[in-house]
């Protein structure tokens, strides 16, 4: 093999061939440095002697199907410059790793496009501990050249990652859609880290959160959030509450009545629940609806209420805005009911972040199509041993092409 294929097909310059064998299944490559090129790695003079020599492999491009490694036949060179004997260096690996760069790109490449199986399987004889190593020094070198000191929008939520026991944090930068923070836990310390870097980064420029009216997260925003942001806490927020509230009402007269009137609440969950547009087309749920509505007064003002309060988003400003809730509220008061007392209450000691829609209409909804992704992460791996990678998955977890799986 010519000096040039050596440079063409594995990027080594200044080598020469000395053969080749074909073993379990692989090809390996012997070479050895030129002596014109020859340098201390250490202070890059020259002014070497030889001081021995010794064997070392790095898995480089597969030819073909074929695993192909290197066998770099290395000299120890005595430095008369630096005094200092070091083995030379290979040029194409990085220090103490057994594959050369190109074959890390290869990598990377392939995980862009594969998923773990797959690349497993092509790769068996290196390993999968070593192309997540890959994978992940890549990751986190593309996460070091990332810039969050510019962000402007962002939405904070948890997700449930073990059944209930365990949570993740995420911030979502809301204009470019790109997970920028992660961190275990869900208390106000969790995001200490975060904002701290935002402040650090000398041009602070946040401007509004969107976040769900948990203490926590507000407790760490009025703690650590650079002054001056605004918080908006979002409709899925809200009318998940209402639902629930909405929900609780239903039970709470279900258990009250009985004989024919529990026949026509039974299963009218999901009647009440849904948007009043998705029922209206279909005209068995409609007078399913109708009936329920007409033979229970109070499911019927609640459900009045959970369609109402939708149009709030819906107002031309913030001061029709607040005349809106301001009028929702009193209706839902005159009521007595202690669930929907409690809804108006959450909501009147949260009026300003919800009225801050008005002014950023944004919303944690990103986060919602964000935490599926990372369910299919999660279970694509069998859940997340390694949590360190776990993690760097989720930071790109927008990037749609990238969709190895694995831990
Ligand atoms: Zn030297």
Same mark, same amino acid.
């Given at each position: 093999m010519?000096?040039?294929?050596?440079?063409?097909?594995?990027?080594?310059?200044?080598?020469?061939?000395?053969?080749?064998?074909?073993?379990n299944?692989?090809?390996?490559?012997?070479?050895?440095?030129?002596?014109?090129?020859?340098?201390?790695?250490?202070?890059?003079?020259?002014?070497?002697?030889?001081?021995?020599?010794?064997?070392?492999?790095?898995?480089?491009?597969?030819?073909?199907?074929?695993?192909?490694?290197?066998?770099?036949?290395?000299?120890?060179?005595?430095?008369?410059?630096?005094?200092?004997?070091?083995?030379?260096?290979?040029?194409?690996?990085d220090?103490?790793?057994?594959?050369?760069?190109?074959?890390?790109?290869?990598?990377?490449?392939?995980?862009?496009?594969?998923? #773990?199986?797959?690349i497993? !399987?092509k *790769? +068996?004889?290196?390993?999968?501990?070593?192309?997540? &190593?890959?994978? %992940? /020094?890549?990751l986190?070198?593309?996460?070091?050249?990332?810039r969050i000191?510019?962000?402007?929008?962002?939405?904070?939520?948890?997700?449930?990652?073990?059944?209930?026991?365990?949570?993740?944090?995420?911030v979502?930068?809301?204009?470019?859609?790109?997970?920028?923070?992660?961190?275990?836990?869900r208390?106000?310390?969790?995001?200490r880290?975060?904002?701290?870097?935002? #402040?650090?980064s000398?041009? !602070?420029? *946040? +401007?509004?959160?969107a976040?769900?009216?948990?203490? &926590?997260?507000? %407790? /760490?925003?009025?703690?650590?959030?650079?002054?001056?942001v605004?918080?908006?806490?979002?409709r899925?927020?809200?009318?998940?509450?209402?639902?629930?509230v909405?929900?609780?009402?239903?039970?709470?007269?279900?258990?009250?009545?009985?004989?024919?009137?529990?026949?026509?609440?039974?299963?009218?969950?999901?009647?009440l629940?849904?948007?009043?547009?998705?029922?209206?087309?279909?005209e068995?749920?409609?007078?399913r *609806?109708?009936a329920?509505?007409?033979?229970?007064?109070t499911?019927?003002?609640?459900?009045?209420l959970?369609?109402?309060?939708?149009?709030f988003?819906?107002?031309?400003?913030?001061?029709e805005?607040?005349?809106?809730?301001?009028?929702?509220l009193?209706?839902?008061?005159?009521l007595?009911?202690?669930?929907?007392?409690?809804?108006?209450n959450?909501?009147?000691?949260?009026?300003?972040?919800?009225?801050?829609?008005?002014?950023?209409p944004i919303?944690?909804?990103?986060?919602?199509?964000?935490?599926n992704?990372?369910?299919?992460l999660?279970?694509?791996?069998?859940?997340?041993?390694?949590?360190?990678?776990?993690?760097?998955?989720?930071l790109?977890?927008?990037?749609?092409?990238?969709?190895?799986?694995?831990?």
């Amino acid at each position: 093999m010519s000096t040039a294929l050596l440079y063409h097909a594995f990027g080594l310059k200044a080598y020469k061939y000395l053969r080749a064998e074909y073993l379990n299944g692989a090809i390996f490559f012997h070479v050895k440095k030129k002596e014109a090129y020859q340098y201390c790695t250490n202070c890059r003079s020259r002014d070497v002697t030889f001081a021995g020599r010794t064997e070392r492999i790095w898995h480089s491009l597969p030819i073909g199907l074929k695993p192909t490694i290197i066998v770099g036949h290395l000299h120890r060179l005595s430095c008369h410059s630096c005094g200092l004997s070091r083995l030379e260096s290979l040029e194409v690996a990085d220090p103490r790793k057994g594959y050369t760069r190109l074959f890390c790109r290869y990598v990377v490449e392939m995980a862009k496009q594969m998923t #773990k199986a797959a690349i497993a !399987a092509k *790769l +068996k004889f290196v390993g999968w501990n070593t192309i997540k &190593a890959i994978i %992940k /020094a890549d990751l986190q070198k593309r996460l070091k050249q990332r810039r969050i000191g510019q962000v402007r929008l962002i939405a904070i939520d948890e997700i449930s990652v073990k059944k209930g026991q365990r949570y993740l944090t995420n911030v979502v930068d809301l204009e470019t859609g790109q997970v920028i923070y992660t961190t275990e836990g869900r208390d106000t310390e969790c995001l200490r880290p975060f904002f701290l870097k935002v #402040k650090c980064s000398g041009r !602070a420029n *946040l +401007k509004a959160i969107a976040v769900d009216m948990s203490s &926590a997260y507000l %407790k /760490a925003i009025e703690l650590y959030a650079p002054p001056g942001v605004k918080i908006i806490h979002d409709r899925y927020h809200l009318v998940a509450n209402m639902n629930r509230v909405l929900d609780e009402v239903r039970r709470d007269e279900y258990r009250r009545k009985s004989g024919p009137e529990k026949a026509v609440m039974r299963g009218s969950r999901y009647l009440l629940l849904s948007a009043f547009e998705n029922i209206y087309d279909d005209e068995e749920k409609f007078t399913r *609806l109708e009936a329920l509505l007409t033979l229970n007064e109070t499911i019927h003002k609640a459900y009045l209420l959970k369609e109402d309060l939708r149009l709030f988003w819906e107002q031309d400003s913030r001061d029709e805005a607040e005349q809106f809730i301001r009028i929702w509220l009193k209706e839902t008061r005159s009521l007595g009911n202690s669930r929907l007392d409690a809804m108006a209450n959450m909501i009147e000691n949260h009026l300003e972040g919800i009225l801050n829609y008005y002014d950023y209409p944004i919303t944690t909804g990103p986060l919602e199509g964000i935490n599926n992704k990372i369910k299919v992460l999660k279970r694509a791996a069998y859940g997340f041993r390694d949590m360190e990678y776990f993690k760097l998955r989720i930071l790109f977890i927008r990037d749609a092409s990238f969709t190895l799986v694995g831990a």
